[in-house]
């Protein structure tokens, strides 16, 4: 996966980049977490690279695995507080905790400790209250993630639901941000559209779907940040590049810069 971050990155338009160096040693586990330390040292590595970044300055995340997106949307929330809602477009809504995770991977948990359940060392400064979270094209969801889809009052958004961006915005509406943080994993691409992921689940999005919904966002809300995430490079490279160049030029073409 990191091949395939660094390819994209390359991909994305940018006055500033900064890359940050990752530790692939297999780190250890701990109170359910797989490789906790060495996922610890990432998030202070992303942490100092943001603190770099600007006032102002918004910045766009290219990952690696969903976990990468701890500390951009820590770093959104800073600014704009609950002004923020954050758009989780996602085959998964990676809300399980180390107790509930079958796997133990941080990435499956990310979302969970942004709205303030996170294992020790790998917590968000301030917590995003659950009512600002939009599940948007979630389709594989853990009966634990379930629960807590409806007892925190997570609003769900299926495919279906996405074929026309109206039902989004009212989501997003309905939380009273003003900024949204965009989260865009690429397993909520159906994997006959894009299979180049670590997780695929059929039945995603189109790749204008997706385009539709979030050029429909970004007319009626600040973009406070955006990450694109979980692109595992394969032998079918051209293929690839062919649908993550459409996907990049039309969030960052000429007329969305």
């Known amino acids: 996966m990191p091949s395939g971050a660094a390819w994209l990155a390359e991909l994305v ?8 160096a990752l530790d692939n040693s297999v780190g250890d586990s701990r109170g359910g977490v797989q490789n ?14 943001l603190a770099e970044v600007p006032p102002g300055e918004r910045t766009v995340t290219i990952g690696g695995d969903c976990g990468v997106d701890l500390a951009p949307i820590e770093s959104a929330l800073s600014v704009f507080g609950d002004r923020l ?14 107790a509930s995770s079958p796997s133990g991977a941080f990435h ?46 997570i609003r769900h958004l299926s495919v279906e639901q996405l074929t026309q961006p109206g039902p989004l915005l009212a989501a997003v509406r309905a939380t009273g941000a003003e ?9 909520v691409l159906d994997p006959q559209v894009f299979p180049a992921v670590g997780t695929p689940e059929p039945g ?9 919904a979030v050029r429909a966002l970004t007319e009626e809300f600040t973009l406070a940040g955006l ?31």
């Open 85 to 98: 809602a954050l758009v989780w477009f996602d085959a998964h809504a990676d809300l399980n905790t180390p």
């Open 227 to 257: 990450a694109l995430t979980e692109y595992e490079r394969t032998e079918a490279a051209s293929e690839e590049e062919a649908v993550l160049r459409r996907i990049v030029d039309g969030l960052f073409g000429p007329d969305r810069r």
């Open 36 to 49: 906790a330390d060495v996922l610890e040292r990432h998030l202070l590595a992303v942490r100092a690279a």
């Open 13 to 20: 338009p940018a006055g500033r980049r900064h890359t940050v």
């Open 179 to 187: 900024a949204v943080y965009l989260h865009i994993d690429l397993d």
């Open 108 to 153: 499956g948990m990310v979302l969970r400790a942004l709205i303030g359940d996170g294992p020790e060392g790998l917590r968000p400064a301030r917590s995003l209250s659950a009512d600002r979270v939009v599940l948007a094209g979630a389709r594989s969801l853990d009966p634990g993630e379930q629960d807590v889809v409806e007892s925190r009052g």
């Open 204 to 212: 995603g999005l189109g790749v204008e779907e997706l385009l539709v």
